[in-house]
């Protein structure tokens, strides 16, 4: 069992950057395809990016071209680079890891474990 622990949110002017890390506790991220999920009050929690344990990434056509994942096995963590931040980014951004091989990437129910979130904060 792995629990995944996110830091790096704050608040930041749009037009920003900011770098959130998933941390791992437990077994090694290497094992699942790990995930970065958002929610905004009143919102549901919606994809944003994930990479499979080979290394395939996807991107939410929101972010796409703005934000870019990446996992270090050496240091067991998964990164999600957020560039050009815009006030609709605001939201709390959750890591989360899947055991499963080729679930649907997209759906949070493709995931076993959850972080407690990380709140990004943009400002106009």
């Known amino acids: 069992q792995v629990q995944p622990v996110e830091s790096g949110g704050g608040l930041v002017q749009a037009g920003g950057s900011l770098r959130l890390s998933c941390a791992a506790s437990g077994r090694t991220f290497s094992d699942y395809d790990m995930g970065w999920f958002r929610q905004a009050p009143g919102k549901e929690r919606e994809f944003v990016a994930a990479?499979?344990?080979?290394?395939?990434?996807y991107y939410a056509d929101s972010v796409k071209g703005r934000f870019t994942i990446s996992r270090d096995s050496v240091k067991n963590t998964v990164t999600l680079q957020m560039n050009t931040l815009k006030p609709e980014d605001t939201a709390v951004y959750y890591c989360a890891a899947g055991r499963r091989y080729l679930s649907p990437y997209y759906r949070p129910d493709s995931y076993d474990f959850w972080g407690q979130g990380t709140q990004v904060t943009v400002s106009s």
């Open positions: 990479i499979r344990r080979r290394g395939s990434t």
